[in-house]
């Protein structure tokens, strides 16, 4: 038997996590340091995985499958393809990145880094599932632990109300989809949570119809698609730094990746059919997204909303349905994950040295910490698509996408591009450049190792992606016809 | 025609008879040992409990083609043994709880009466005569009452062992009127022999009908369905902690059992009609009970709305009329009832070092006991339903059993119930992870009984959570005998 690489890296966080806990509280370090080197093992794992999948054959590799609940046919049923792998592998990163991020977290580390692990510990296991049972499960294990991580260690003024609406909203979605998701179980019959073999289960048209927007919008209201991302820009802002990133690189490619895995998938004729409806909402995403994040004056609001529409720009992708624009929103959510992580963390730096986060009142940060405006610099080209860069290789197969299936969706989703390249700039004026406010003059510290690691590794990826794209895209290609293959529009 | 006697029917009924036998055992122990040694009780307790689960496990395991003994009396069946497991078990849980209440220290009455009232619920288990039943019914309920009013000195614990007493036998005396007018319809008191007679047709089902209202509402009474609901909170409340845990859990799944074993038994004739009454209960003990359960400030009152809430996602089961549906009623009654246990054994561990059962009180518990914190965290997210633990596949099989029957609707008012009961779960858990307050450097000492306890209720909440293929099997074979 093959080494269960999958379970392993999905486990390791959980165990991890539950090992912290029965540490004693006191010692702070080697906390941290048990911490960091579980993320580095799975970050290893995950990229060793990722290098040994075989592009030219595509399909699910690395399959290992145990029977679970076998009344009503679970089974614990795991495997990549690829679309799921990168983001297997941007979950390794962003996790070892977080840790690395968080080694001045202070109040309670154990418990931080342990609800931290639990929650990593879902979400790998929603990217490797491939039994709907099995995905729902780690969903909501993913879902909940940024309760605690938000409303304990988050900014004091909004956490408690963020944190509640998070989870409201997630929940609401994920159970709105679980009822689909059991619909979709009992009319297929087949006795079986089997991902693959609920594929083939050719469900009726009218079927399909009538519960693609439950499954698909259900899971989207993570991906943060509109009206339902309203939770998202607050969660954002409220949640620690390490939170942060995890959240918006990670968990918010969770529920597109879901909406994807069951919404699109097991109900292709239900996504034809309500592709037009996801088109106009992800392009209201994107624009409209884009506009609020230009008037915020919250460094960390911008962000926030940059990421509702960026996950917009997935959405569109998606509804594309055709090669390039699925190719395209593959590499997005990878893309923007690491981008998105970045810019978090920049945010964080920020904020832990000037105690405030209102653009107005900052600037000149460069002088401080060059490298943190340098990469916060790439995370914006990232961010306004500019060539050499990931995010260029993101968008342009979207658009590419998008022309064919709606030239105007196509002409106004630019509009997004160009006002997110206005506000990109405008912050890196306001805090980066320009004149230093007298009370931070002598004060701010320098970042320490860690977090450079967590920069050169952050940054070095978006250029990589950017330069070198047959990295990603030939794998993210292979799950995109296979997706096609379901949708029958290849 | 069925046996009136046969020596292999001891053994069946072996847990009842070992129960009693404990009884007198326990109040024997109480009067000769001296009062310094009496704290043990709980343990002793504790420990009876357990070896007759181990000896029921062994002895009394119905056999496939095993049916009504003691001329139709009782059912040797799957669901009664199960449902006596987990009578045992809880009685067993909440004797280790007890341990800790000075008040029943030096108290063998305390426990006689449990393993008394857990004698009636195995019997209720069983029943499958009305007459029995009844009787069963009684032999549980009574000592209840006077567990529920124990601490004598505290008005409030009086109060809720009043409260329960009336109300119980008002709603008695109203299923008691139910139960004459079925044995006066038919001639029969045995309820699968009222199913042929009433089967016959020839009464109008306006009656029947009626009979049956009145049947319910003595069972709505003892699993707290709403609108039969309003002795619990202050019951829940007044009663000693542990009694509360022991009414919440086993005292409502022995009103489940009763519940299905009748209402599937005995009126086949008119399922639609009662079924249809159930789906409405079910609708308002979820939706009042969370909705009330919101603007709770006592923990043992939130948990009181809390379990009439749970009564309905346990109803959907039933409603569901399948026998995937009953599974999940029992798969989910299991769920719950370690769960609440394990919640119970966080109020009651607190409530003694803190003396209070305010909400608010519970700021800082995770710097003063993150243990228990992390106890009470696990409990209330497995009532809310969040996975990996027992709560979690508990909802999903009843709701999958609704979605299964078509009742599409009855499982999107359960999932915006579960929303509505997360928001108040995450209440308390805000305050005892995130509040401060000034005894944060004051520990919370937890006994070892209490601990025991936790980390039973706690394992087995995460073990039926993550692992819950073998536990549907055993519900799965428990429900088939019930069709």
């Excluded at chain 1, 916060?376 to 961010?383: A, E, M, T, Y």
């Excluded at chain 2, 997360?422 to 992870?433: D, G, I, R």
Aim: net charge neutral; proline share 4%.
């Amino acid at each position: 038997m093959d080494f269960p690489f999958l379970s392993v890296i999905t486990f390791i966080p959980i165990v991890t996590g539950l090992l912290l806990l029965l540490l004693p509280a006191e010692r702070k370090n080697a906390i941290r340091w048990v911490a960091l080197s579980a993320a580095s093992l799975a970050l290893l794992f995950s990229v060793w995985v990722y290098f040994s999948y075989d592009t030219s054959l595509g399909g699910y590799q690395f399959e290992e499958q145990y029977t679970w609940i076998e009344q009503i046919g679970v089974s614990y049923h795991v495997g990549v393809d690829g679309m799921s792998l990168p983001l297997v592998l941007l979950t390794g990163i962003v996790m070892f990145t977080g840790v690395l991020i968080s080694w001045g977290v202070d109040d309670r580390p154990r418990e931080f880094f342990a609800f931290l692990f639990i929650l990593a510990t879902g979400v790998f296991g929603v990217f490797v599932a491939l039994d709907l049972f099995m995905l729902f499960f780690f969903y909501e294990i993913a879902v909940f632990p940024m309760y605690l991580l938000i409303a304990i260690w988050g900014w004091k003024v909004t956490r408690e109300y963020a944190a509640m609406k998070l989870t409201l909203y997630l929940f609401i979605g994920s159970v709105v989809a679980l009822v689909g998701a059991l619909a979709i179980y009992f009319t297929a019959d087949m006795q079986s949570f089997d991902l693959l073999e609920l594929e083939q289960a050719g469900l009726s048209t009218a079927f399909q119809r009538f519960w693609f927007p439950f499954v698909f919008f259900g899971f989207a209201v993570l991906g943060g698609i509109f009206p339902v991302h309203n939770w998202s820009p607050d969660g954002h802002v409220a949640a620690p730094t390490a939170v942060s990133m995890f959240h918006a690189g990670v968990l918010m490619k969770l529920g597109a990746f879901a909406a994807l895995r069951v919404g699109i998938m097991l109900l292709p004729e239900g996504a034809q059919f309500w592709s037009p409806l996801i088109l106009i909402l992800a392009t209201v995403n994107v624009v409209y997204g884009a506009f609020i994040a230009s008037v915020q004056t919250d460094f960390k609001y911008v962000i926030g909303f940059s990421s509702v529409s960026h996950m917009g720009l997935v959405m569109l992708g998606f509804a594309t349905l055709n090669r390039q624009g699925l190719t395209g929103a593959g590499i997005q959510m990878f893309s923007h994950g690491v981008m998105t992580a970045l810019f978090f963390a920049v945010v964080g730096m920020v904020y832990d040295r000037a105690h405030t986060r209102e653009i107005p009142k900052l600037g000149g940060f460069r002088k401080f910490m060059p490298l943190v405006a340098i990469s916060f610099i790439i995370g914006g080209l990232v961010s306004m698509g500019m060539p050499g860069f990931s995010g260029f290789i993101a968008e342009f197969p979207i658009f590419l996408g998008l022309w064919q299936k709606a030239p105007i969706v196509a002409i106004i989703a630019v509009l997004g591009i160009v006002i997110t390249a206005g506000y990109i700039m405008r912050v890196i004026r306001g805090v980066f450049f320009g004149e230093v406010p007298k009370e931070f003059e002598g004060h701010i510290t320098p970042i320490n190792t860690f977090d450079k690691v967590a920069l050169y590794l952050l940054s070095g990826i978006l250029i990589l992606v950017g330069v070198y794209p047959a990295v990603i895209a030939p794998m993210i290609e292979t799950g995109a016809i296979s997706i096609l293959r379901l949708v029958g529009g290849a | 025609m069925i046996p009136s006697y046969d020596s292999s029917m001891i053994l069946a009924i072996l847990p009842e008879i070992l129960l009693l036998a404990f009884a007198g055992l326990i109040l024997a122990i109480d009067l000769i040992w001296r009062p310094s040694k009496q704290h043990n009780l709980g343990w002793i307790s504790a420990g009876g409990f357990l070896v007759i689960l181990v000896v029921t496990i062994l002895f009394s395991r119905p056999e496939p083609a095993e049916g009504l003994i003691f001329g139709g009396m009782l059912r040797h069946d799957w669901p009664a043994f199960t449902f006596k497991l987990i009578f045992l078990f809880a009685a067993g849980i909440t004797s280790l709880l007890s341990a800790d209440v000075r008040s029943a220290w030096g108290k063998g009455e305390y426990y006689a009466l449990i393993a008394v009232t857990t004698l009636g619920m195995n019997m209720m288990a069983a029943s499958s005569d009305l007459i029995m039943l009844y009787l069963a019914i009684e032999t549980t309920s009574i000592p209840m009452y006077i567990l529920a009013g124990f601490l004598k000195v505290d008005e409030k614990s009086t109060e809720s062992g009043l409260k329960y007493f009336l109300f119980g036998a008002f709603t008695s005396a109203i299923m008691l009127y139910g139960f004459t007018l079925l044995f006066g319809f038919t001639g029969k008191t045995n309820i699968y022999q009222l199913a042929e007679a009433l089967q016959a047709g020839e009464l109008s089902p306006w009656v029947l009908g009626g009979s049956a209202i009145l049947v319910l509402v003595g069972f709505g009474f003892k699993v707290s369905a709403v609108p039969f609901h309003f002795w619990s909170p202050d019951v829940y409340e007044g009663a000693p902690t542990p009694i509360t845990a022991y009414i919440s859990t086993a005292s409502k799944a022995a009103g489940f059992v009763v519940l299905v074993r009748v209402m599937l038994a005995a009126f086949p004739a008119i399922t639609e009609y009662w079924s249809s009454i159930l789906a409405a209960m079910a609708v308002a003990s979820m939706t009042l009970g969370n909705l009330i359960a919101l603007a709770q400030k006592n923990i043992k009152r939130l948990l009181a709305y809390s379990s009439i809430a749970h009564a309905g996602y346990a109803l959907i089961g039933l409603v569901a009329l399948s026998s995937f549906g009953a599974a999940s009623l029992i798969f989910y009654l299991v769920a719950y009832v370690v769960t609440n246990l394990a919640a119970f054994a966080v109020v009651i561990l607190f409530a003694r070092a803190a003396g209070s059962e305010e909400i608010s009180d519970y700021a800082g518990l995770s710097r003063r006991s993150p243990g228990l914190a992390l106890a009470l965290l696990v409990a209330f997210l497995s009532l809310a339903g969040m996975p990996p633990l027992a709560g979690f596949v508990g909802k999903f099989y009843v709701f999958a059993a609704a979605v299964q029957s078509d009742l599409i609707w009855l499982a999107f008012i359960g999932v915006i119930n579960a929303i509505i009961g997360l928001y108040y779960y995450l209440t308390v858990l805000k305050v005892v992870y995130l509040y401060r307050s000034e005894d944060e450097e004051v520990p919370i000492p937890v006994s070892r009984p209490a601990s025991l306890a936790l980390v039973v209720c706690v394992l087995a909440i995460v073990l039926i959570g993550s692992l819950s293929g073998p536990w549907l099997d055993w519900a799965v074979d428990a429900a088939q005998s019930l069709f």
